[in-house]
């Protein structure tokens, strides 16, 4: 199965109490349906419960030594030691429980089942009690208010006398409604089922019957008159309706409006003119700044070819003049002829 086994989701972490509870009660239905038939499966454990993708549905796998009647016969010691009831257990004749030869009882699943539960519940296998009764819970879970009421179902369920336990599978899933109703009360909305109840298993997405429901039906020796009988009998589920009387609808009222108004007309667009004389300034100022810098490079560069003699300094436009003004002359004519 794509989603493991249920022994891989225990070592992956631990299973929550509720996604537990719903793992346990598939199993119970699986269980009572092959127990119905029977057929006993004889080798339950997390290992052969299989998940589907969405770890939602949990199917039961390894039928390959159940047994299919429940007739006197011997039985052959099978299972793993752990989960295995003492009758089915090799690990019994070694230990020199027994000599004679067990015999096939519905309560060996419900043996294994208990053990499983204990592994789906605490997340630990029950090693410490390898083909004997559970006695205690793992130090984690014994002060749970749910513990004591647990332990009680699963001491019972794995008790070593097979008619000491719980004789099916259903009476161990309602033999568990005190413990269920406790981890239901955790949580906010809660489901009160009546007791008893049986077991009720989950249907996996996609999963279609191999064969059909059979419809039932009623055998008529007179078809014509099975449907005449059953029509005296049949009521309208609705009184017919009364017809009402027939109602012109009126006509709607014209709405007048005053001539005199004027309606209200749109304002026709304004034109856009754009914006020439901020074109023709911004015109105007370029090219007011490529003069300038046009002048001012060549005055640098007559300046800098002056400096070195190869064109003639510009002079200067204004004179100076001294005092004297314009009698400086009359003063030099004074002072040659004495």
């Known amino acids: 199965m794509p989603g493991g086994d249920l022994q891989n989701a225990v070592r992956r972490g631990r299973i929550p109490l509720k996604r537990s509870i719903r793992y346990i009660e598939q199993v119970c239905a699986g269980l009572a349906h092959a127990h119905s038939r029977g057929i006993i499966h004889r080798d339950i454990k997390p290992q052969n419960l299989l998940l589907t993708a969405d770890h939602e549905t949990v199917k039961i796998a390894d039928f390959g030594v159940a047994r299919i009647n429940l007739n006197d016969a011997p039985i052959t010691r099978v299972g793993t030691n752990i989960y295995a009831p003492p009758e089915h257990s090799p690990l019994s004749i070694v230990q020199g429980r027994s000599d004679e030869p067990a015999r096939l009882t519905l309560a060996a699943d419900v043996y294994s089942l208990a053990k499983s539960a204990y592994t789906l519940i605490t997340g630990e296998a029950p090693r410490a009690f390898a083909n004997s009764r559970i006695t205690a819970l793992p130090d984690d879970f014994r002060d749970d208010e749910w513990s004591d009421d647990l332990l009680r179902v699963l001491s019972r369920a794995t008790a070593d006398e097979p008619i000491e336990r719980h004789q099916s599978v259903d009476e161990f899933w309602n033999d568990l409604a005190a413990f269920r109703q406790i981890v239901e009360d955790g949580e906010v909305s809660t489901v009160v089922r009546t007791r008893p109840e049986q077991p009720q298993a989950h249907v996996a997405r996609g999963y279609t019957p191999i064969v059909p429901p059979q419809p039932q039906f009623e055998p008529v020796s007179d078809p014509a008159l099975r449907v005449a009988a059953s029509s005296d009998r049949m009521q309208p589920l609705m009184p017919p309706r009364q017809p009402s009387a027939f109602v012109p609808p009126s006509p709607k009222a014209e709405i007048e409006t ?44 007559h300046s800098y070819m002056s400096g070195l003699g190869i064109l003639p300094a510009i002079p200067k436009p204004i004179r100076h003049q001294d005092r004297g003004g314009e009698y400086g002359h009359i003063s030099a004519f004074y002072a040659q002829h004495g």
């Open 258 to 301: 005053p001539s005199s108004v004027n309606p209200i007309r749109p304002n026709p667009p304004i034109a856009l003119t754009p914006p020439k004389r901020r074109k023709a300034l911004r015109r105007l100022a370029t090219f007011g700044i490529f003069l300038i810098l046009f002048t001012g490079i060549l005055y640098g560069t």
